[in-house]
């Protein structure tokens, strides 16, 4: 099993979908989570960490489940400029992180 | 505030040839990291350095140096560079290891 997994779509949804990736990781031991966005051909942008608690920032929401060892992202009333690739980190407490490989969120009229 | 700066942005290399990647961050982060981004292979980490002063290796450091210059500068060497090397390279720099990642705009070099 790879250390983190993700789906990698792509998602093709029309606007003011909902739409939900989720993230699995492999180690018990992973504690801190996020999710980044990437658009064609750019860097990788911070989105939001993922907190025990859940956290939701507008119309994105991120959850972990630490029982089942994975982290979501749900997108409400998606735009289309919500296109790209939603990517996954985890890191186990140290300076390594690990990315998944992307999913790829495609938002049409 | 320019966060972290990146050059070159594209860069074509001969077999052989060496070459050094800039980093720099404008932000006092104490961590920096260089990473690696093939098609389908997502990001992966060359070297970090923790804090000033330190470098470790990452998950794919071979044919790679780096030296953190001071807390500010991160460079990535290829000494003798080969087509395998050809990808897109990004610093990211961060508070601590738990903090999410500032990334510069990516350097794409070839290796012909």
């Known amino acids: 099993r790879k250390e983190v997994e993700q789906d990698p779509g792509p998602f093709n949804v029309p606007e003011g979908a909902t739409v939900a990736f989720n993230c699995t990781y492999s180690?018990?031991?992973?504690?801190?989570f996020f999710w980044y966005r990437q658009d064609c051909r750019k860097e990788p942008k911070l989105l939001m960490s993922?907190?025990?608690s859940g956290n939701e920032d507008g119309r994105f929401t991120a959850q972990l489940n630490r029982a089942s060892q994975y982290i979501s992202l749900l997108i409400r009333d998606s735009k289309l400029s919500d296109s790209a690739t939603y990517l996954c980190?985890?890191?186990?407490?140290?300076?390594?992180?690990?990315f998944g490989r992307g999913t790829s969120l495609i938002v049409h009229p | 505030n320019a966060g972290v700066t990146q050059t070159p942005k594209f860069q074509v290399l001969k077999t052989g040839q060496s070459m050094t990647l800039q980093c720099a961050q404008d932000?006092?982060?104490?961590?920096m990291y260089w990473y690696r981004q093939d098609p389908g292979m997502g990001l992966r980490l060359i070297y970090y350095s923790a804090s000033e002063g330190t470098t470790d290796k990452g998950e794919v450091p071979n044919g790679y140096n780096v030296s953190r210059l001071n807390k500010r500068e991160f460079s990535l060497r290829l000494e003798s560079a080969a087509p395998s090397q050809t990808s897109v390279y990004f610093c990211a720099s961060s508070e601590s290891w738990d903090d999410g990642y500032t990334f510069g705009s990516g350097t794409r070099l070839t290796v012909v």
């Open positions: 993922v907190y025990s």
């Open positions: 980190v985890v890191i186990k407490g140290s300076y390594i992180p690990t």
């Open positions: 932000m006092n982060h104490n961590s």
């Open positions: 180690n018990s031991a992973s504690q801190s």
